[in-house]
């Protein structure tokens, strides 16, 4: 069981709080905890008993630090000691929005790349300047510490670490739960997930992309597309654009990419083994594509989410 703890500090943000408690609360092979350094924490409009104190970060697998209000307010030494303690036994460590600045205090984002909601960007370069602060991101991966951007973007890091623990299927699912958007557009290209958006139940390309889904190894062109749905290219391209905000084509580099990623995980097929049962007619087409959706090269994505079982 993996053993989750997320600190709670006066003044925490209860959407930053929230976030990891549902995500890995309803993931199975997780331990959730919520630590605090006194039992009661002022969460601004109420207060909330904190069941776990600040021990309980000495033996967990990965501790998360939300935001607070006021992110510049001075942390308890006590409190940036236990997060000193659990980083120099190995643990992961993420922060939410906020809670980077958090993290910086501890001295744990010194030498190192790290994001923050991107209102307090310029205020966490200036306060440490040690800090590579990338305030274009919704989240950094340093491996053992990761940073996110604000709100919707601590779901993306919860999402990622999933992923990075058990694997996309597992992360499939928690999105699912969490119903939030699989395809964000803007900032890094996401390692997580993704199933690409289904069209409106009843729709009429609901069939068409059952059988895009089915033939993703095969070379199609938008005419092949076209002559199969029974539409002109012109109507084929409107309706795409009305239902799923994307083209035909679009959506097949996604969802061969998103089949690319599945076997980088569950396989060893090689690269070029993986391009062609996936529908891309070169090993270089696949590479640039897969790099372009996904923000990373195949090998370097099959490093970081293969499974134990296919090392």
Not at 6 to 35: H, I, K, M, N, S
Not at 59 to 72: E, F, H, K
Not at 125 to 142: K, T
Not at 222 to 235: E, K, N
Request: aromatic share 6%; net charge neutral; hydrophobic share 45%.
């Amino acid at each position: 069981m993996h053993t989750v703890a997320v600190l709670a500090l006066d003044q925490v943000v209860p959407f930053d709080l929230g976030t990891p408690l549902e995500v890995f609360g309803r993931t199975p092979g997780y331990q959730v905890r919520v630590c605090a350094a006194e039992p009661q924490v002022d969460a601004g409009l109420f207060t909330i008993s904190a069941p776990w104190g600040l021990d309980a970060l000495e033996d967990a697998d990965t501790v998360i630090v939300p935001g607070t209000a006021d992110a510049a307010k001075p942390v308890s030494p006590v409190v940036l000691d236990a997060l000193r303690g659990a980083a120099a036994r190995g643990a992961r460590i993420a922060s939410i929005c906020s809670g980077t600045f958090i993290l910086a205090a501890a001295g744990l984002l010194d030498g190192l790349r790290a994001t923050t909601h991107w209102c307090a960007a310029d205020g966490l370069a200036r306060m440490y300047p040690a800090i590579s602060v990338d305030p274009d991101v919704l989240y950094v991966d340093n491996g053992q510490i990761l940073t996110s951007a604000g709100a919707a973007a601590g779901l993306d890091l919860c999402l990622h670490m999933i992923r990075r623990d058990l694997g996309s299927e597992a992360a499939a699912t928690a999105a699912r739960f969490s119903v939030v958007p699989l395809e964000r557009e803007g900032g890094q290209a996401q390692f997580i997930p993704h199933e690409l958006p289904p069209a409106p139940q009843g729709s009429t390309l609901e069939p068409l992309l059952d059988w895009l889904q089915a033939n993703t190894g095969r070379d199609l062109t938008l005419a092949d597309i076209a002559r199969h749905s029974g539409m002109s290219t012109r109507t084929l391209l409107r309706r795409f654009r009305e239902q799923l905000g994307s083209t035909p084509l679009q959506w097949l580099h996604r969802t061969r990419i998103r089949q690319a990623q599945h076997l980088l995980e569950t396989t060893t097929e090689s690269v070029e083994r993986i391009a062609g049962l996936v529908g891309f007619g070169s090993p270089t087409a696949f590479r640039e594509r897969f790099k372009r959706i996904t923000g990373v090269s195949p090998n370097a994505y099959r490093r970081t989410f293969v499974r134990p079982a296919t090392r």
